[in-house]
């Protein structure tokens, strides 16, 4: 076999390779319009705006080699943006894609629902009893992406005869697979979607070419939504990420700074540092069952977010073993090396992408562009922020804000203040020290360190103008008290925004955790210490929210 692999210029690929690697396979990458002629199967995965992926195949000439290329009968295999560049066009962007579905991707509703589609979602084949390339009816694969391609069998006939299997979001039923001839392509991410998706991949490469190059056209359905989706709640376990004074890189919370172990090491930036316990508890959080996870670097840069930079080696290191979504924090912001260059953000935020990383989180530098865009009128941003740049080359999917707010108590009799409309009113039968007061939660910068002038709804609001697409809600008042998530704040940031939101700060058993998506339309909840003590283990917060009859992944 010779396998290739298509990296187009931008979005994660490196997740598709170490899957890759770890079931046995050889892959080379294309680096030229000429190795499409040398391909006998070819893979294209990543995610990421449809206008930049078809500019970056143009501008490097492999637009029309990979029609080509398709058009041979040779396998293809196109996954997230793979799969979507094989339509007529996007919503999205001016550009045209291959045309060989021929219908449009459009965006998905958001009057009903959180836009980005983000989490863990069935797959529904249209043809159970045929050959279904390893999806299987009782998965559940990872899904990331704002625009989709609607099942409509009356006004595209045609483009559903290449439909494999459909996913249900909200009220919209989308094309989740295509299959037909030599082509298959999944939305969804099989290399971030477990066990499951490295089955699915397994599946597709272990058949001979030849099979490949002859899927029948699907039969054309009339599909009806379901009362609800199957998308899950999505359990995210966090680790902060530091350099101690010896150089090792350790988890602060819940195991303070006594990890020491030199069993894993990476290179980073020409140095050889120990990754210790970062990388071994992400490997444990994946085997565990989390869904997400979650590393945020709370060192300051000595030298340089590119040159200096740990978490890049803890990245590359952890993406190696885990296949689910993981996210990078921590200094994703224009900086300036010693030397005088200059480091943009989107810079930083490619390095953590080609090291495996799926999103991005954006803290401090988020606080100051929505400053500045209150400061314009609320009008759209300049273009130049990192959350912008970032968004607009990803996708918004890729990039997370994370609000770091606190309460302001304030005498609910007498404040007349600028967030009079977003109060809280401590209730007569919750805890004492609340009942007649009011608050109000302000943002903070530098870990906390420092307030701004700035309300979470105000942030949160801003974050999703700009282009985020997705919101991470902690609260200082909550971090490490084990009292619960604070649900008025949750509910309050819920009712500001339309793309998804995780709950943090203040998880301290399973039922917080019920308490959380029972009590409110979050998406998705994240704890640290208690996941590190193990005071609780995350398969017996699933065995809980099952109890209580809320969707999980297994």
Not at 96 to 113: H, Q, R, T, W, Y
Not at 199 to 209: C, G, N, Q, V
Not at 431 to 443: F, I, L, M, S
């Amino acid at each position: 076999m010779g396998l290739y692999l298509l990296d187009y210029g931008a979005g994660n690929v490196q997740s598709l390779a170490n899957s890759l690697t770890k079931l046995g396979y050889n892959y080379t990458w294309v680096a030229q319009p000429e190795d499409f002629h040398k391909a006998t199967s070819l893979i294209f995965p990543g995610v990421g705006a449809f206008e930049t992926a078809i500019a970056h195949l143009e501008s490097r000439g492999l637009f029309q080699p990979l029609k080509e290329y398709i058009q041979s009968g040779k396998p293809y295999f196109g996954i997230c943006i793979g799969m979507q560049v094989l339509f007529e066009s996007s919503s999205e962007a001016t550009r045209k894609g291959l045309g060989i579905v021929p219908c449009p991707i459009e965006s998905f509703d958001a009057s009903d629902k959180a836009v980005p589609h983000i989490g863990w979602n069935s797959a529904d084949v249209i043809s159970p009893t045929d050959d279904t390339e390893g999806v299987e009816q009782s998965s559940y694969y990872y899904f990331v992406h704002s625009y989709r391609a609607k099942y409509d069998s009356v006004a595209y006939p045609d483009a559903m005869s290449w439909v494999h299997a459909t996913t249900q979001y909200g009220q919209e039923i989308f094309i989740s697979s295509v299959r037909k001839g030599n082509v298959f392509g999944t939305q969804f991410h099989p290399e971030k979607s477990g066990k499951a998706g490295l089955a699915l991949i397994d599946a597709w490469l272990r058949k001979p070419e030849s099979e490949h190059t002859h899927a029948p056209s699907a039969p054309l359905r009339t599909l009806v939504p379901k009362p609800t989706h199957s998308l899950t709640k999505r359990i995210i376990a966090c680790m902060d990420v530091r350099a101690n004074d010896q150089g090792d890189l350790v988890v602060t919370k819940g195991d303070q700074y006594d990890v020491r172990e030199k069993t894993v090491t990476a290179n980073s930036a020409g140095a050889v540092r120990n990754l210790g316990k970062p990388v071994a508890l992400a490997a444990k959080y994946f085997e565990a069952g989390a869904d997400e996870l979650c590393l945020l670097n709370i060192t300051s840069f000595r030298h340089s977010p590119l040159r200096d930079q740990p978490m890049l080696a803890v990245v590359r290191a952890a993406a190696e073993c885990i296949f689910v979504p993981l996210t990078i924090g921590g200094g994703i912001k224009d900086t300036v090396d010693p030397d005088g260059t200059k480091r943009p953000a989107l810079e930083v935020a490619g390095a953590y992408f080609r090291a495996g990383a799926d999103k991005i989180s954006i803290g401090s530098e988020a606080v100051y562009t929505v400053e500045r865009l209150r400061a314009s009128g609320w009008q759209k941003g300049d273009g130049t922020s990192a959350i912008e740049t970032i968004a607009h080359t990803y996708g918004r999917q890729a990039v997370v804000v994370s609000i770091d707010p606190k309460r302001v108590y304030v005498d609910p009799k007498t404040y007349e203040g600028p967030y009079q409309s977003e109060l809280v009113y401590g209730k007569a039968d919750g805890p004492e020290v609340e009942r007649g007061k009011a608050w109000w939660y302000q943002c903070t910068v530098s870990g906390g360190r420092e307030v701004r002038d700035v309300s979470v709804v105000e942030l949160a609001k801003g974050a999703e103008i700009l282009g985020a697409g997705e919101i991470l809600v902690n609260l200082i008042d909550r971090d490490g008290t084990g009292l619960g998530f604070d649900l008025d704040l949750v509910n309050l940031v819920k009712r500001s925004v339309k793309i998804p939101v995780v709950a943090s700060s203040g998880a301290g058993n399973a039922q917080h955790f019920v308490d959380v998506f029972r009590d409110t339309p979050v998406e998705a909840a994240l704890a640290a210490g208690i996941f590190h003590r193990e005071e609780v283990k995350i398969s017996g917060v699933k065995q809980a929210l099952r109890e209580n009859s809320i969707n999980v992944r297994d």
